[in-house]
């Protein structure tokens, strides 16, 4: 890869370029950080700004603190739920959407309308459609002479519902990837791979999915991350129960610092996830490039 | 006979085809649907014809208008509509025009600390926002930000993620082109903006699409930070409809469906410049 | 193309937000975009406020911000009281400004941390204890005299005071009340008791209930026997109703926490207490008279028998539902009678930058004439008692209920410094409770983090 040079001439424009949006980082990103990091070592009160030092206390109580456990135990599983589903439905999707015919246009569209609306207004639907005895989706399953379900107040039934929910949002922003990628792939491959006589599946298996690994890779660490930071439909729909079943990471963060008045407490909880998320990008990036 | 069954297996694909469609189209637009049909039923109806389901379920009886104008005229949903699609505006706007700037040096410029810098901004995106709202809400009202329409929008312009896609898409372009605007005596800014930018339309518009849906979609960071009720925006409009002594779906449902509607349209209008991207771009190789 | 059309989405985005309109009217209803700002007058100070000897001549402009949760008829009452009060003191704006209720409880401490808190706040009268030991609320020494306080149901000022200090200044109170559809349970031929002193039993009051909604099927209709406002009840101000009458009053599971206001075992997990958490579960799992979720309504939409909610509620029936019979009975107790006297208290930032002025106004917010303006909007039963016979709706029946409630055996709710904490896990308890958690598990492990949590507070 050649890079421009004149090497004072690229300083200048680099600086110039990257200014702007290194500026905003610094201020209303990075220093908040900064700020976190030096309150997960005190006992901080938001209120009454009293703040003390009390070392690596806070970091030590994570150990013992089995409601903690369980909040990353929670949110694994949030994990498990929803991101292999939604990655090969946005897969499929994409595939199926390809083409630039109108009424798949349409279809397109359509899938990505629940990724623009607010997530605050899909929480709300979506929580009144999951009603146990007056909900739109147990209307349906009763119309299919199903049984109803508890849904959101089952602990067994809660997680996977809002997963559920969340795949239905997100899986067109997958999808818009997943076609970018596509695009990536030149139709010259497609024509010799056809020329040669290979059929649908063995394109797809031996053609189309090596040359999108890149791809997927980027969606996959992109919904992890976002995956282990969910917060506002839960915070939304079940608050963290019934009986701690929904209780994520960012919420017991929340918690802490908004009910308990624990600051230094979930400040602490918050660096050990961002820890965890750095090491898990540090190691796609390695198997990225 | 060999025609006849590949006719056959012809039409039946097609059909179990067009089948999925149907499913997959209503599968997305039944709950909106839902939405839509009781932002116009009167309140009583509304969760009245839920369980059986049935036809009143979908479609009011009394088909109404009120919730609107309840909504528009009494509580002045307008001004947090206009206000959200300002704010999302220029926020996309301003964020893919500098992130776009960062994206292109730290892709195709060499410089020192490059690679620092680069990691600096990935790591802002292992950090939740509920975790430093605090903190970032304190640091903005120390610069004295706090309540303006500035202090709403300023903090996200730096966007790690779209820094990261775009830098992504300037990696693929191949070299050629680069070195020939070198060879004709561009400086590097006219590189980004003349040549590189319109190579990556449909990536921009993606980022845009993505970039609006978070801007419309807040609710936390303009309900700590903005106090004036004409800077409220449509979440915190929204929100405020769920009180201690009554939810008021009617108009919750209203609200949702003139939030959804605009967002609708300016998306299916810009899908246009996607699919024109897509077809006249001439991107090959990788 | 792409350029130009860049730059015209930023101009017409530059434009919009720039149009910002500088006040807005007054609408009769609430709006969400309503601004109250009193009019200055820059004129000599009037009699009325020369008289005002406490404070000097207040010639400078005050501008003081009242924050408020959004619902519930108080933007509507508060404008009054702020109508009132530009009368006396035209010189002292006061901006109110509402959050969405959802939000306020997080949103108060937030507020607190930054350099610039509202001047005035409300918080709900069973926080003031936390927010004092937290030292963001001024000392309200001189808002009442002795007079005051006599006139004032004793337990609400204790309630809303720290180690003797008072920190909040009630004004208005709400209790609870068992709302019932008049015709359901005509027509099922079951009795109400008319009056406080009457009453009927948790017991008795699920046998009724349960009759009704077997009545009602048996013309083929569904209804629930008994609903909240959000089902289940996310709140203490209504499980607390039915646990703490289970015991005598004065007994451990009563007063459901210790009087240090760090210890909770031996008080929620009481023999009584059990009892009442077995009952509870009863009612919404083996017995489904009471909905595991929410349903929007219910009450309203003649899909419930009864409901328990409080005094205001009837305002809001009566604008929404029209055609709905309704009428209030007291709440069911059982071995001691149980009706929570709660309601948001206006408070004043220590950090402000006008307590002084602030504290003038929670005077005259406080006072007689405050409450009057108040109930000219939105009615409320005011905490002096003087008061009571002044406002019409309570002295009569079906609101005659609420009035009498708090003069016989309206409580507050558990008073403990860390009463925040100990609500939301307690309540989340008794959820879990009515969706069919297993007590035996969910009630020790609740008490083990409620008092790891307030261990905090241990003086």
């Not at chain 2, 004036?228 to 929204?238: F, G, T, W």
């Not at chain 3, 009769?28 to 009325?48: C, G, H, L, M, Y």
Request: net charge neutral.
């Amino acid at each position: 890869m050649k890079y421009i040079n004149r090497k004072s001439e690229q300083y200048f424009y680099a600086i110039l370029l990257i200014l702007p949006a290194l500026t905003a980082i610094l201020i209303f990103q990075i220093w908040p950080i900064f700020e976190l990091v030096h309150v997960s070592f005190r006992n901080y009160s938001m209120l009454s700004g009293n703040s003390k030092w009390i070392g690596l206390q806070n970091y030590i109580h994570t150990l013992h603190d089995p409601l903690l456990w369980r909040t990353f135990y929670n949110t694994i599983w949030f994990i498990f739920l929803k991101i292999p589903a939604q990655m090969i439905f946005a897969f499929g999707l994409a595939l199926l959407v390809q083409s630039p015919n109108r009424g798949i246009g349409i279809l397109r569209t359509i899938i990505l309308i629940p990724a623009i609306t607010s997530m605050v207004v899909i929480s709300a639907i979506w929580g009144l459609m999951y009603h146990p005895t007056n909900g739109l989706i147990n209307s349906f399953l009763e119309l299919l002479h199903l049984p109803m379900q508890p849904f959101l107040i089952s602990p067994k039934q809660a997680m996977p519902s809002i997963a559920f929910m969340t795949i239905w949002k997100d899986v067109g922003f997958n999808m818009i990837l997943y076609l970018a990628g596509l695009m990536g792939i030149p139709s010259s491959i497609y024509e010799a791979a056809k020329i040669d006589g290979a059929g649908g599946i063995q394109i797809l298996r031996y053609i189309t999915i090596p040359l999108i690994k890149r791809t997927t890779i980027f969606i996959l660490i992109t919904n992890l991350i976002m995956a282990f930071k969910v917060f506002t439909p839960i915070y939304l729909m079940t608050g963290g129960g019934p009986t701690n079943s929904t209780r994520v990471i960012v919420l017991y963060i929340y918690d802490n610092a908004f009910i308990y008045n624990k600051m230094g407490y979930a400040s602490s909880i918050s660096i050990i996830l961002g820890i965890i998320l750095l090491i898990i990008s540090y190691f796609s990036t390695k198997e990225y490039s | 006979m060999n025609i006849r069954l590949k006719l056959i297996n012809k039409y039946i694909s097609k059909l179990i085809l067009w089948c999925c469609i149907l499913i997959l189209i209503l599968f997305f637009t039944i709950p909106y649907i839902w939405m839509a049909s009781s932002a116009f039923k009167p309140r009583s109806e509304i969760f009245a014809y839920i369980h059986p389901l049935s036809w009143r379920t979908f479609i009011p009886i009394n088909p109404t208008f009120e919730n609107f104008r309840t909504l528009l005229v009494e509580k002045g949903f307008w001004r947090p509509l206009l206000n959200s699609l300002g704010i999302a505006v220029t926020t996309v706007g301003i964020t893919l025009l500098v992130s776009s700037m960062m994206a292109f040096a730290l892709s195709r410029l060499k410089f020192n600390g490059r690679d620092l810098i680069f990691a600096l901004v990935l790591a802002t995106m292992m950090i939740p926002f509920e975790a430093i709202m605090v903190p970032m809400f304190l640091i903005t009202q120390k610069l004295g930000l706090d309540n303006t329409y500035l202090g709403l929008f300023l903090p996200w312009i730096g966007d790690a993620f779209i820094i990261f896609l775009l830098r992504q898409q300037f990696l693929e372009i191949p070299t050629d082109i680069q070195d020939a605007a070198i060879m004709d005596g561009c400086n590097p800014f006219q590189i980004y903006w003349k040549i590189m930018m319109p190579l990556i339309k449909p990536a921009l518009i993606s980022a845009a699409f993505i970039k609006f849906m978070y801007s419309w979609d807040s609710y936390i960071w303009p309900l700590i930070i903005t106090r004036d009720p004409q800077k409220m925006v449509v979440a915190v409009a929204i929100g405020k409809l769920f009180t201690d002594q009554d939810i008021l779906w009617e108009l919750i449902f209203a609200g949702s469906f003139i939030a959804t509607i605009p967002i609708v349209i300016l998306f299916i209008f810009l899908q246009r410049y996607y699919v024109e991207g897509i077809t006249s771009t001439g991107l090959h190789g990788q | 193309m792409f350029k130009k059309i860049l730059i015209s989405i930023l101009l017409i985005s530059f434009l919009l937000i720039g149009c910002t309109t500088p006040t807005q009217e007054t609408p009769q209803s609430s709006p969400i975009v309503t601004e109250n700002t009193n009019i200055v007058t820059t004129e000599a100070p009037t009699a009325t406020q020369i008289v005002q000897e406490a404070t000097p001549t207040q010639e400078e402009e005050i501008n003081l911000r009242f924050i408020i949760p959004e619902g519930g008829g108080r933007l509507e009452g508060y404008t009054k009281v702020l109508e009132a009060y530009k009368k006396i003191k035209p010189n002292v704006n006061i901006k109110l400004e509402t959050i969405p209720f959802k939000d306020y409880y997080s949103q108060l401490p937030v507020m607190w941390a930054s350099d610039n808190p509202a001047d005035v706040a409300l918080v709900d009268s069973c926080d003031v204890k936390y927010y004092a030991y937290e030292g963001v609320l001024a000392q309200l020494d001189n808002v009442f005299t002795p007079e005051d306080i006599a006139d004032i149901v004793p337990s609400l000022i204790e309630e809303s005071s720290l180690n003797g200090k008072l920190y909040g200044a009630p004004f208005i109170i709400s209790t609870q009340g068992v709302f019932y559809n008049t015709e359901m349970f005509a027509e099922a031929g079951v009795s109400v008791p008319q009056s406080v002193e009457e009453g009927w039993t948790w017991d008795d009051y699920v046998a009724k209930i349960k009759k009704v909604v077997e009545y009602e099927k048996s013309k083929g209709k569904d209804v629930w026997g008994l609903v909240f406002i959000n089902n289940p009840p996310n709140i203490d101000i209504w499980t607390h109703l039915i646990v703490r009458s289970f015991g005598e009053v004065g007994s451990p599971t009563y007063k459901a926490v210790s009087d240090d206001g760090t210890k909770v075992s031996g008080y929620l997990d009481t023999p009584e207490a059990l009892e009442a958490y077995k009952f509870w579960q009863d009612l919404y799992v083996t017995q489904k008279l009471a909905p595991q979720s929410t349903v929007p309504d219910a009450f309203g939409n003649q899909q419930a028998a009864t409901m328990i909610s409080f005094a205001a509620w009837g305002g809001t029936l009566n604008a929404k539902f029209p055609d709905l019979k309704w009428s209030v009975a007291p709440i069911p107790y059982n071995k001691s009678h149980v009706a929570h006297l709660g309601e948001f208290v206006p408070v004043v930032s220590a950090k402000g930058k006008n307590v002084e002025a602030s504290k003038e106004f929670l005077k005259f917010l406080a006072s007689a004439d405050g409450i009057l303006a108040y109930n000219q909007a939105t009615t409320m039963i005011p905490v002096r008692k003087s008061l009571i016979p002044q406002i019409n709706v309570f002295t009569e029946m079906p609101l005659k209920i609420f009035a009498d409630q708090m003069i016989t055996y309206g409580v507050p709710r558990p008073m403990l410094i860390g009463h925040p904490i100990y609500n939301k896990l307690f309540s989340q308890m008794m959820i879990d409770i009515a969706q069919g958690a297993d007590i035996n598990t969910v009630v020790p492990s609740t008490i083990t983090e409620i008092e790891s949590q307030l261990a905090q507070f241990k003086q």
